[in-house]
């Protein structure tokens, strides 16, 4: 056994720490998109909350103080959400991830500074006035600053210390006396809050590594196979190639061997030349055969490997595939709808290649599609055509360059740059999978304006469908 050199141990080292080094931003990428994800309820709740308090102090608080604090907290508001669009429109990339982070910790910092401050709005009350009021206000605070910000313990912590501090000040030092155990108590719970953030950001990061690196072992899987299609199509024509170069010699040797052996210009002197123009005759009609043989068997003239046909239940096999991603489009706010013709049609096809097709479709579309957009799914037999498949999102749409990009097997890759990377494979399988089926894929898109992906399969692979029988060829 040998041992790799000191030297070639250095670099591969170095190419795992560079890999380790990706992976982290890629994770840390993902954790400042998911914080500046679906913003719209959490700065509604924040006003909406702002708005409670106001109507509750509105007869015991100085009115234009309260309408001060609830002027501040609606602008510091309106500037968080702006600032969130940007972040939206611009789909920075890691480089830029930490100063995303701290302008969001800021905006944070400051809301809670604000809600800090409504302390001041109470009316002065006895020792113990207020203590349940400013209790409750601390758990909601806390609750509300877990829900929206503990992806990130920068953030969580910029919020919920300066807005839970001045009511905790006031539990523990009521009345200028002060309250040790209530000290006690509230910073444990500060430290509690700090830590399960702390918990939640790590398990949340653990999530999102797992399901980047899956990801990116299913694209390598897939650019895997596709070279693996072009090595067989590659040798498929080489084989094709040879076999022509050899059967033309073949036929040369096979004729002239037998005008030999039948002794076609004049006998031949000794008998020994017609026993080897015998073998010559027979070894080369054998050659020649294993050839003929090998061409028929790999069939060469065919683009497409055969595959194994079934029966097709095209509504089950969209849900199957919307059901991948209902929870992830769920989460990114991504209204994800399926639109099955009733009944549903059936088709002689391979249920998992179709339903890869799907899968593929979907998942760009989901990728694509900024929070609050709509992704329809359907499946319908338009009359006097085949079964149609359709995905159409609100996504962010391509130009005519990359849709021709995405479909060509020489451009196509997972890690080009751009704001379409990693579209490119998903589609070219999806299109290889469908010209299986003798059916083809049409893009439809527009920076902008979304993306549609119709899959169009041929009526001869349709089947009857009537409801509570099984499917009958179609004639």
Same mark, same amino acid.
């Given at each position: +056994? ?11 080292g170095a ?10 931003? %890629? ?16 700065l ?16 015991s ?5 309260l309408?001060?604090?609830s ?5 510091v508001? $309106? ?7 940007r ?6 990339g ?13 905006? @944070? ?10 302390? &001041?709005?109470?009316?002065? /009350? ?6 349940? @009021?400013?209790?409750?206000i ?28 001045p009511?905790?000040w006031?539990?523990f ?12 108590l509230?910073f444990?719970?500060? &430290?509690? +809050? ?5 918990w939640r950001?790590? =398990?949340?990061?653990?999530a999102?590594g ?17 070279n693996?299609q072009r090595?067989?199509?590659?040798k ?10 050899l059967?033309t010699p ?6 002239f061997?037998?005008?030999i052996k ?8 000794n008998p020994?030349?017609? /026993?080897? /123009?015998?073998?010559?005759h ?12 090998a061409?028929?068997?790999r069939?060469l ?9 079934? %029966? ?5 096999v969209?849900?199957?595939?919307a059901a991948?991603?209902? /929870?992830?489009? =769920?989460?990114c &706010? ?9 009944? @549903? ?8 290649k ?10 760009n579309?989901?990728?694509f599609? *900024? *929070?609050g ?5 359907? $499946? ?12 159409? %999102?609100t996504?962010?749409? +391509?130009d ?5 990009? &995405?479909? %060509? ?9 751009? *704001?379409?990377?990693?579209?490119g ?5 999806a ?17 902008? +304006? ?18 509570g ?7």
């Amino acid at each position: +056994m040998r041992a790799d050199s000191p030297s070639r141990q250095a670099g591969n080292g170095a190419a795992a720490a560079s890999a380790r080094r990706r992976a982290d931003a %890629d994770v840390e990428l993902a954790l400042v998109r998911e914080l500046y994800g679906p913003r719209k309820p959490l700065l509604a709740a924040n006003l909406g909350g702002a708005a409670l308090l106001a109507a509750v102090l509105w007869d015991s608080a100085v009115r234009a103080e309260l309408i001060l604090w609830s002027a501040l907290i609606a602008g510091v508001t $309106v500037v968080r959400y702006a600032l969130v669009r940007r972040f939206n429109a611009l789909q920075p990339g890691s480089e830029g991830a930490a100063f995303w982070v701290w302008a969001y910790a800021a905006g @944070a910092f400051w809301g809670g500074v604000l809600w800090g401050a409504s302390v &001041a709005l109470f009316p002065a /009350a006895g020792i113990d006035g207020n203590g349940q @009021a400013f209790v409750l206000i601390i758990a909601g605070l806390s609750a509300a600053g877990m829900s929206g910000y503990a992806v990130c313990p920068v953030v969580f912590v910029a919020f919920l210390v300066p807005a839970t501090l001045p009511f905790g000040w006031h539990l523990f030092h009521a009345g200028g006396q002060f309250k040790p155990s209530f000290c006690a108590l509230f910073f444990v719970w500060l &430290a509690l +809050m700090v830590v399960v953030a702390l918990w939640r950001s790590r =398990r949340i990061a653990e999530a999102i590594g797992a399901e980047g690196a899956a990801a990116e072992q299913l694209a390598r899987a897939s650019v895997e196979r596709e070279n693996a299609q072009r090595a067989s199509e590659t040798k498929a024509r080489v084989v094709a190639q040879l076999s022509h170069e050899l059967r033309t010699p073949l036929n040369a040797i096979v004729g002239f061997s037998e005008a030999i052996k039948h002794g076609v210009f004049g006998p031949i002197g000794n008998p020994r030349y017609s /026993a080897y /123009a015998d073998n010559i005759h027979d070894s080369g009609r054998h050659l020649l055969a294993v050839i003929e043989r090998a061409l028929v068997d790999r069939a060469l003239g065919s683009d497409m490997p055969p595959m194994e046909e079934g %029966d097709v239940d095209l509504g089950e096999v969209a849900s199957e595939a919307a059901a991948v991603f209902e /929870a992830r489009a =769920r989460q990114c &706010a991504i209204d994800l709808v399926l639109a099955v013709e009733d009944p @549903a049609p059936a088709i002689r096809g391979n249920a998992t290649k179709l339903k890869q097709v799907l899968i593929n479709l979907v998942s760009n579309a989901v990728k694509f599609t *900024p *929070p609050g957009g709509r992704i329809v799914l359907e $499946v319908a037999t338009p009359r006097g055509e085949g079964a149609v498949l359709r995905v159409a %999102d609100t996504g962010v749409g +391509m130009d005519k360059e990359d849709i021709a990009a &995405a479909l %060509d097997p020489g451009t196509a890759n997972p890690r080009r740059g751009g *704001p379409d990377a990693g579209r490119g494979v998903g589609l070219l399988i999806a299109k290889w999978l469908i010209e299986l089926h003798g059916g083809r894929l049409v893009i439809e898109s527009a920076p902008g +304006m979304g993306t549609t992906a119709t899959v169009r399969l041929p009526r001869e692979r349709l089947l009857l469908r009537v409801r509570g029988a099984p499917p009958l060829p179609l004639r």
